[in-house]
């Protein structure tokens, strides 16, 4: 049996009468066009990358540098957080790249819920006080959530 013979064979198989079929390609039509249209729940629209892209007052000095790491590297037991990892800047040649900044460091969080969480938890507040605003003389942050 050739290849449109087959194809033939299951179109004949199908007992849907053209109406039924109508109906169901309008209904499946009218369920993408509300869930294009339809905002998912905030904690519904899955994982949140955190990105921080740190600048230090001093920026050969090792010892902020570690403080700066290690401070970022002790979120990783919180609830929430998924993931973290800390890297420094690649140095490449490309038109547009910028990559003049000290330290990185990027977030994973299981839903936006665990983002706010971790906004606002007192771990984070003291990481800030003690280790971020000494040591850091600017900072970008860059939020994203997967679809």
Known sequence: MGKNSARSADFRACKSSPRTLAR????????????????????ARGRV????????????????????????????????ILNVEVGHSLPVRRAGIEQAFDLSVVF??????????????PQHAAAVRTVLKPLVKRFVVFDSVAN
């Open 24 to 43: 169901s390609s309008i209904a499946l039509s009218a369920a993408i066009l509300l869930a294009s249209i339809s905002p998912a729940p905030a904690a």
């Open 49 to 80: 990358t955190h990105v921080v892209i740190f600048w230090l007052k001093q920026q050969e000095n090792r010892a902020d540098r570690a403080a700066l790491r290690h401070a970022s590297e002790s979120f990783r037991t919180m609830p929430g």
């Open 108 to 121: 994973t969080f299981a839903n936006r819920a665990a983002l706010e969480r971790f906004s606002k938890d």
